[in-house]
């Protein structure tokens, strides 16, 4: 029976979630306690399937005799229910702070608590159509939290995310369609679902619609020519910027791109074509476009969402390079890039919020009177560059692994992107730093009275957060054990 | 365990201090507000205390010859591991002598710059990162030192808080991760192909392991030469040495300039004979680039150092050119050569602070910064004037200073070697360089004692004791050194025969 | 015999006997009548299909039990009995939801006039599905056509000229195609000498394994198959659409998007595989013009749709496109396309009437501007309304659950199952196609969404109302979205029926 855990982590927050606006509470406390309930408890539920590892599959329902939604944990799910379940009742605490002073508060996190939910649905999904649902469904109910505002640039910005999004799920959807009519099963399985011998006067085709397939699915990833709609997003009040556009919605992408290359088209089929190599030179370019756009960039949160399509493109070099080393490299970044990507989310929104500056020629000085949130911005900062003993180098120096095993001249290239990115990433994140801590000689603190570190609520997930990136740096066997177990499943 | 403490105990002492600062500041609601007499004796004391310990358990621990310890794994194949060999002990204790002086040094120099305490936190930090990075036992630790250096060592340039500085620390802060992150990729690249990462005396390297992989092995020790070369002022990643300095108070450019630079040094060593082996990289192409940019250096830094008003920007400059005698000295892969270079780093050490705590005094003293406004001043400073001048002699390498001795070393190795061209090329590019050293350092000693007729002379009172001391003892290091240099190279000798 | 089985032809009775019967009757009484006329079709065809699905088989009724060639035969199988449910459900939920804009927009002395053109329309839809004899079903075409032209014109208090003018261009094109069709027929007639389908493909079936009259028959396939893509709009005929579903009243714009054309394409399914044959038609690559003009109609009217100013006239070239996706399933020319195709069918129907009716109900309440700007905040003045026109809209879009998902996914299964070209275009077409109806969909969505603020409301008399206020409309978006709902998550016993339908039509 435990296997009746997945929809229940599924479904709790969606339904919960629907009650939301609804509950009769009067107290703006009491709801918050209702809205953090939901959460920790799906949370907690979630941690506890994970220990579990239920192996059972379970379906939803059933489209068709063989088109159905079902729930089936896996490795590489375990690591996105992961990411989600520790980081989505910090990022709620969080946003209770950040939100107080915003309209439409219940749907706001009624929708925030549904995404959750939808979330942890593609990641539990067992084929390529139930997560092809999940993904849209995350389209849609991340809509109105980015268009929250209402402001011109919102709804610009939603519109902007909406084509982008639906553009690439039609593209995705024909791998799907590929996936459900050639595929031995439509179920993911470790190494790829076609049947190459018998597929083989099929070979180019396939290659195509994989190609297709993993541009589709890449939108959401934000990979170049598709990543303009990321940055824009980030006119969403910042919980949303940071938890969907740095953990649940642009991983969604990655996972997704992880399932499709290794789980349905396999890395065999691939390897080798026109197709990797194009993906690999849109991928290797997008690690550099992105920092050289964050660097050009001065609104705070765009800054960072520039910073986001380049790590993202991280993890798709992590998997673009067909190895079970590259998953793993991939793997590790996903993990330890929502964790240094949320935090120094969530300090520009605390900035933001405290301050109410967007840009970075207005922070001058304002390390001094949030001495809290800059230094751990520092530390975010720090670790994404990838300095040693913080979580990001460890990712970093898999990825690297991964590409230099490989050996080939464009896996090369890749790495040196990777350094070069990482060159402009202390560019963009120091610049800041330095800053907000040193403004000039001639400073005159008094404009700034009144700017103060947010309270313990913003503050409680900054902890941890910056004592999750140093023990991941410090001691990352136990993951890279993990993921390494999960990557030689595709041997 | 013994072999953390040098490196603990300083960055725990440092953050102790570093933090109090914080908290006066929380407290004082950020006004700032210069401490009292009384608390700045307190925190000086703490701070040398400190200092001197340290420097005697880095200098014990270095001598426990073969000493190592694992501290933990970054990965099952990622030890952050430290050993002590005679490399290490050589460069520690230059290192804390430096440190020890300059921090005497300070106590009296910092007062004329803000938050003693954040200044003081981050010396002793540096301190023991410095000495984790001399005691790394592998390619990885070392790395993991070398960006903890960069990045403690960025306050020193943003210490007066400027807009110069900050541009300044930014350029320092760049070049510096450009350099470490070429680095990273010749780890990456090493990581795959090298059989180990652990330092080795003469190399890792067997014929086996880079069969086959031999070009992408060198690209990657180029890139690892003009990486770590940043921090040694190696062209083409220079720029940021001319601009940190003049911004940096006294003390950390001497520190910077000393120290910091012949960190790159050390790592370029490690990585050349370490890990690499000189046999792996003699006679390739990636030996004659090196020579090439090292030389260019070494003229460039000169020449641009014989034309520059500033005198702390000049000093800078001067380093550029003469930390890449140090570099040319390893990249003829001779014995002698290595000697030399050695040599030219230790006395280099002592020369360079000596100079900058000249400087120090200038600026502390008389709020000069420019070389023309020197005229006269050893009418009133004539000890800070003799120790410049003495430094000064070092420098060209003008016997019987020490800095002849190594420049001795250096021409004769690459004189020994068969490097082409270069054996006489180089030789002739150190001297007219050393022509040039001291056209622009004579030049501040001429004007000094003999001022210009006409010229106004004022008089600035005498320096203070513990200034003029710190200078002293190095001033006397680089001439004691050059008439008894024995046991020194007779300990690099052993270092260098176990190389090749 | 069982009882039962005479149902249809009293369906077929009981709506043409209604008509006159209508005339006669207050507004008032005539609506009521009408209801309870579609209620009591609709269980009578209920009956028909559950009988039909418990013998497994389809059964021909002979009209006064004359047999051929001087009977008339009817034919009930599966797939014509759901049809006929299914028009029946869909023709009851539009008629209840345009009561307000009827009482509103047609002369009072005319109302009970259009329940007539909605008796003569559901008797014809029913007798199209039904009949055996394909004589027949022209006379039903006709008058199809003539009570379609009826319900476009009925509305006259506003916009008279244009209500005219599109009637006018419809009953053009429309007879244009009769008139094909005709031809088509007489062609057929005078090289098979029958006019039941049965006889005819016998017929048809002999000659082309002798190879005898080639061209002539090639000729009439093109005839029938152009004069009923014409009448259903297929691209390039489609120019009178958005006039016609734009101007009309809403009962009559829903119900001729979501059945009129869906009849004719019926009849053309019905066609190909009853009367000329599958393989035939596979044979003579009619089937290939179909897909080509398929394709194209669902790109450009989606072009259309988006540079389309008001939201009637973008749901109805939107409609445009839908019908090229339907066309470009039988063009795939398998029975895995016609499948799509049929379920596309009804999840259109359910869907394009959806989205009238709330497009109605949004623009109800921005006084009756159709154009974006006056739409700002309607999802908030009518909120049932906006969340109707939201999941139509997502639907349309193809979002899972919806039924528009599940056609999507039909299509290109059929799709991957040809020839790699036509494979190819269905995809990339598909996935155009879907990022096209996302930008003027959802653009609408987003708008309607986007809040006026109260002072500006207030200025240009825009009201609020709640779903009470308007039951009609509230009932229908409400079964319109559960069907939605149904044939998008539980699509497989309905795909089963269209299988075993089609099967029957061998």
Not at chain 1, 62 to 83: A, E, P, Q
Request: charged share 10%.
């Amino acid at each position: 029976m435990s296997e009746m855990i997945m929809p229940i982590v599924v479904l709790l927050p969606i339904v919960f979630g629907l009650t939301i606006p609804f509950v009769p509470l009067k107290s703006k406390k009491a709801k918050m306690f209702y809205v953090e309930g939901i959460v920790l408890v799906t949370s907690i539920l979630a941690i506890l399937m994970l220990l579990n590892q239920p192996t059972a599959e379970f379906t939803l329902f059933r489209f068709t005799d063989y088109l159905n939604v079902s729930f089936r944990l896996d490795g590489v799910g375990s690591v996105f229910v992961g990411i989600c379940a520790l980081l989505w009742p910090l990022a709620t605490l969080y946003a209770f702070e950040y939100m107080e002073h915003e309209e439409h508060q219940p749907t706001f996190f009624m929708f925030y608590t549904i995404t959750f939910g939808v979330s942890l649905g593609i990641a539990l999904s067992q084929d390529i159509l139930s997560m092809y649902v999940f993904y849209e469904l995350l389209t849609m109910v991340t809509l109105p939290l980015i268009i929250h505002s209402l402001s011109r640039e919102a709804i610009h910005a939603t519109r902007k995310y909406l084509y982008y999004s639906l553009g690439g799920a039609a593209f995705a959807f024909i791998g799907v369609i590929f996936i459900l009519v050639y595929g031995d099963t439509a179920n993911f399985t470790a190494g790829g679902v076609l049947d190459l011998v018998a597929l083989a006067d099929k070979k180019e085709l396939l290659t195509l619609v994989f190609f297709l397939c993993f541009c589709g699915f890449s939108v959401k990833t934000a990979m170049f020519p598709f990543c303009e709609w990321l940055p824009t997003a980030g006119v969403a009040p910042t919980p949303v910027t940071a938890l969907l556009h740095a953990v649940a919605v642009v991983k969604a992408g990655a996972f997704a791109c992880i399932r499709v290359t290794y789980y349905c088209f396999g890395p065999e089929l691939v390897k080798g074509t026109w197709a990797q190599t194009v993906l690999m030179c849109l991928i290797i370019f997008t690690i550099v476009y992105g920092c050289s756009r964050a660097i050009k960039e001065t609104h705070i949160k765009r800054r960072l969402a520039w910073s986001t399509v380049s790590n993202l493109s991280y993890i798709l070099f992590g998997v673009i390079l067909m190895t079970p080393l590259g998953l793993v490299g991939a793997l590790c970044h996903m993990c330890f890039h929502a964790v240094m990507k949320i935090t120094s989310f969530f300090c520009a929104g605390a900035i933001m919020h405290k301050s109410h500056t967007n840009y970075v020629h207005e922070l001058d000085g304002m390390g001094r009177k949030m001495p809290f949130t800059f230094i751990v911005y520092t530390i975010s900062g720090l670790a994404l560059m990838g300095v040693p003993g913080m979580c990001g180098f460890m990712s970093k120096w898999a990825l690297a692994d991964a590409a230099l095993t490989d050996g080939s001249p464009l896996a090369i290239a890749g790495v040196v992107a990777l350094l070069i990115s990482a060159l402009l990433t202390a560019i963009y994140m120091m610049t800041v730093t330095v800053r907000a801590f040193f403004p000039g000689k001639d400073f005159d603190y008094s404009k700034l009275d009144g700017v103060k570190d947010p309270t313990w609520m913003m503050l409680l997930p900054f902890g941890l957060f910056v004592i999750a990136m140093i023990v991941f740096g410090v001691n990352a066997q136990p993951f890279v054990d993990f993921f390494t177990n999960i990557a030689m499943a595709l041997m | 365990m013994l072999i953390l403490l040098p490196i603990l105990l300083p960055i725990v002492m440092g953050s102790i201090l570093l933090v109090a600062s914080f908290v006066e500041h929380l407290k004082k609601n950020n006004d700032y507000q210069a401490e009292s007499d009384q608390e700045l004796s307190k925190i000086h004391l703490f701070s040398v205390a400190g200092l001197v310990v340290s420097a005697a358990l880095a200098i014990y621990v270095g001598l426990q010859k073969g000493m190592s310890c694992t501290l933990f794994y970054l990965l099952e194949d990622l030890p952050i591991y430290f050993a002590v060999d005679s490399l290490s002990l050589l460069f520690v204790t230059f290192i804390s002598i430096v440190f020890v002086l300059v921090g005497i040094y300070s106590c009296v120099y910092m007062k004329h710059e803000h938050e003693e305490k954040r200044f003081f936190g981050f010396y002793l930090i540096v301190y023991g990162v410095l000495v984790g990075l001399d005691f790394a036992g592998n390619l990885v630790t070392l790395y993991l030192f070398y960006e903890f250096m960069t990045l403690t060592s960025m306050p020193f340039v943003l210490h007066n808080g400027s807009h110069e500085s900050t541009m300044a620390s930014l350029k320092y802060l760049f070049y510096s991760m450009c350099g470490a992150y070429l680095g990273l990729f010749g780890i990456f690249v090493l990581y795959q192909y090298a059989p180990s990462l652990t330092f080795t005396a003469g190399g890792v390297m067997s014929v086996l392991s880079y069969n086959g992989n031999t070009a992408i092995m060198l690209v990657a020790i180029m890139c690892m030469l003009i990486g770590f070369g940043a921090k040694a002022g190696m062209f083409p990643l220079h720029a940021w040495l001319p601009s940190a300095h003049p911004v940096a108070p006294s003390p950390a450019s001497a520190v910077l300039s000393s120290i910091i630079v012949k960190c790159g040094v050390l790592a370029i060593i490690r990585v050349v004979f370490y890990i690499a082996g000189p046999s792996f990289i003699a006679g390739t192409w990636v030996q004659y680039a090196w020579m090439t940019l090292s030389l260019l250096t070494v003229f460039m830094g000169s020449l641009l150092a014989f034309r520059e008003p500033i005198f702390k920007k000049r000093l800078a400059y001067s380093s550029v050119s003469q930390v890449s005698y140090v570099l040319f000295g390893l990249a003829v892969l001779t014995t002698t050569g290595f000697e030399g270079a050695l040599l030219h780093t230790v006395f280099h050490a002592f020369i360079k602070c000596a100079l900058f705590l000249t400087a120090g005094i200038f600026i502390f003293k008389c709020h000069i910064t420019r070389v023309s406004d020197l005229q006269g001043i050893g009418k009133s400073m004539p000890i800070t004037l003799w120790c410049f001048t003495f430094a000064s002699l070092g420098l060209i390498g003008i016997p019987p200073t020490s800095g002849f001795i190594s420049k001795w070393y250096l021409a004769l190795g690459a004189l020994q070697s068969d490097i082409g061209a270069f054996r006489y090329v180089g030789p002739a590019i150190l001297l007219v360089s050393a022509l040039l050293t001291a056209g622009y350092l004579l030049e501040i000693v001429v004007n000094g004692f003999f001022p210009k007729e006409g010229t106004e002379i004022k008089s600035y009172g005498k320096e203070p004791k513990a200034m003029w001391i710190p200078l002293m003892v190095l001033a006397g290091l680089t001439l004691g050194l050059g008439v008894l240099p024995n046991g020194l190279i007779e300990f690099i000798s052993t270092i260098a025969s176990s190389l090749f | 015999m069982a009882f039962v089985q005479n149902f249809p032809f009293f369906s077929i009775i009981l709506t043409i006997f209604s008509g006159p019967l209508s005339t006669m009757l207050s507004n008032k009484k005539a609506k009521i009548w009408n209801m309870i006329l579609i209620g009591i079709v609709c269980a009578l065809n209920l009956a028909v299909l559950a009988f039909v699905i418990s013998t497994g088989e389809s059964y021909t009724y002979m009209m006064g039990h004359f047999p051929a060639p001087w009977g008339n035969e009817i034919r009930v199988g599966v797939l014509e009995a759901l049809m006929a449910v299914f028009f029946c459900v869909v023709m009851f939920l539009c008629v209840i939801s345009g009561g307000q804009e009827r009482a509103r927009e047609i002369e009072e002395s005319k109302q009970n006039l259009f329940y007539v053109m909605v008796n003569l329309l559901l008797c014809s839809l029913i007798a199209l599905v039904y009949t055996n004899d394909i004589f027949t079903a022209y006379v039903f075409v006709e008058i199809n056509t003539l009570s379609a032209c009826g319900l476009i014109m009925i509305k006259n208090k506003l916009h008279e000229g244009r209500t005219l003018e599109a009637s006018v261009r419809y009953m053009i094109m429309s007879l244009l195609g009769s008139g094909m069709l005709l031809l088509g027929i007489c062609f057929l007639y005078g090289l098979t000498g029958h006019l039941l389908m049965s006889n005819m493909q016998e017929a048809i079936a002999n000659l082309v394994a002798t190879g005898q009259y080639q061209i002539p028959l090639l000729v009439a396939i093109c005839l029938l198959s152009v004069g009923l893509a014409i009448k259903s709009a297929l691209f390039p005929f489609h120019s009178w659409v958005p006039d016609a579903y734009g101007y009309a009243t809403l009962s009559s714009a829903s119900i001729l998007s979501s059945m009129v054309s869906k009849g004719y394409i019926f009849l053309l399914i019905k066609i190909f595989f009853r009367v000329i044959g599958f393989e035939v038609i596979i044979g003579s690559h009619v089937l290939n013009v179909l897909f080509i003009f398929g394709i194209i109609g669902m790109i450009m009217g989606s072009l259309d749709a988006i540079q389309e100013n008001s939201i009637r006239r973008m749901i109805a070239y939107s409609s445009v496109a839908q019908i090229g996706y339907i066309y470009m399933g039988l063009g795939l020319g398998t029975t895995a396309g016609v499948v799509a195709s049929i379920y596309h069918i009804l999840s259109h129907a359910v869907t394009k009437a959806l989205l009238f009716v709330s497009a109605y109900g949004l623009t109800n309440v921005s006084n009756n501007r159709r154009d974006f700007k006056q739409l700002t905040g309607a999802a908030y003045r009518n909120k049932l309304a906006g969340v109707a026109f939201t999941v139509g809209a997502l639907s349309m879009v193809g979002f899972p659950l919806l039924s528009g998902f599940v056609s999507k996914v039909l299509f290109a299964q059929a799709a991957v199952g040809v020839s790699s070209t036509k494979m190819f275009f269905t995809l990339v077409a598909l996935a155009i196609s879907t990022i096209l109806n996302t930008v003027y969909f959802m653009k609408t969505v987003i708008r309607i969404y986007t809040p006026m603020d109260a002072e500006t409301e207030k200025e240009k008399g825009f009201t609020r109302i709640t779903a009470k206020e308007d039951m009609g409309k509230a009932i229908a978006m409400i079964c319109f979205v559960v069907m939605n709902l149904v044939l998008g998550v539980l699509s497989q016993p309905i795909i089963e029926l269209i299988e075993t339908g089609l099967a029957m039509f061998m």
